[in-house]
């Protein structure tokens, strides 16, 4: 094979096709891959790419709490969490990580059904539901996501993000980032100013 492969290169050079080399081979730049849409474009088996959310999420004028996941406390895993009575001014610096098909069709933590192809994620704390603004400071990407379930119940991770966002915002390949949340006030008209 890398007999074959050096006469070929010999033919080519000496017919001047070759427009570039890489440490993989020969490639011609008609040919040349093309930079992926997302930075984590991985395929992950079980995971329908087509099926993510593309939309942007529109704020509601007014949040109404949820029946369910705004108690003022709860325990998890031997660790006590106070709910907050609001979000106003909420913001946070740390690790987002991600959640997906184990809680596909499950209830979340304010009695909605899991779907992990929806922009939503799970917070410790704040009460649901609650929008926020996700910035991945690995990587420049943003995206507005509804809040309506808990955890992570990991230290030192913020949020739990849906498939869906985790993957728009890059973080399905790597599988956490740092990140950026800030709460936005329901009659915010542009969350990105």
């Given at each position: 094979?890398?007999?074959?492969?050096?006469?070929?290169?010999?033919?080519?050079?000496?017919?001047?096709?070759?427009?570039?080399?890489?440490?993989?081979?020969?490639?011609?730049v008609?040919?040349?891959?093309?930079?992926?849409?997302f930075?984590?474009?991985?395929?992950?088996?079980?995971?329908d790419?087509?099926?993510?959310s593309?939309?942007?999420i529109?704020?509601?004028e007014?949040l109404?709490?949820?029946n369910?996941?705004?108690?003022?406390?709860?325990?998890?895993f031997?660790?006590s969490?106070?709910?907050?009575?609001?979000?106003?001014?909420?913001?946070?610096?740390?690790i987002?990580?991600?959640?997906?098909?184990?809680?596909?069709?499950?209830?979340?933590?304010s009695g909605?059904?899991?779907?992990?192809?929806?922009?939503?994620?799970a917070?410790?704390?704040?009460?649901?539901?609650?929008?926020?603004?996700?910035?991945?400071?690995?990587?420049?990407?943003?995206?507005?996501?509804?809040?309506n379930?808990?955890?992570?119940?990991?230290?030192g991770r913020?949020?739990?993000?849906?498939?869906?966002?985790?993957?728009r915002?890059?973080?399905?390949?790597?599988?956490?980032?740092?990140?950026?949340?800030?709460?936005?006030?329901?009659?915010?008209?542009?969350?990105?100013?």
């Amino acid at each position: 094979m890398a007999k074959r492969s050096l006469i070929l290169l010999q033919v080519l050079l000496i017919s001047g096709q070759v427009v570039s080399c890489t440490p993989i081979g020969m490639v011609s730049v008609s040919v040349a891959p093309e930079p992926l849409l997302f930075t984590d474009d991985v395929t992950i088996e079980g995971y329908d790419v087509s099926l993510v959310s593309m939309e942007t999420i529109a704020l509601p004028e007014r949040l109404i709490k949820s029946n369910i996941g705004n108690s003022e406390s709860y325990e998890e895993f031997g660790e006590s969490y106070v709910i907050l009575e609001s979000s106003d001014g909420f913001s946070e610096i740390g690790i987002a990580s991600w959640y997906g098909i184990e809680f596909q069709g499950r209830n979340t933590s304010s009695g909605e059904v899991y779907d992990m192809y929806q922009l939503t994620a799970a917070h410790k704390t704040l009460p649901l539901p609650t929008y926020v603004r996700v910035d991945n400071l690995d990587n420049g990407q943003s995206l507005v996501v509804k809040v309506n379930d808990r955890g992570p119940f990991i230290v030192g991770r913020i949020i739990d993000l849906s498939y869906a966002a985790a993957h728009r915002l890059g973080v399905t390949g790597p599988g956490t980032a740092n990140v950026e949340i800030t709460a936005l006030d329901p009659s915010a008209s542009d969350p990105f100013d």
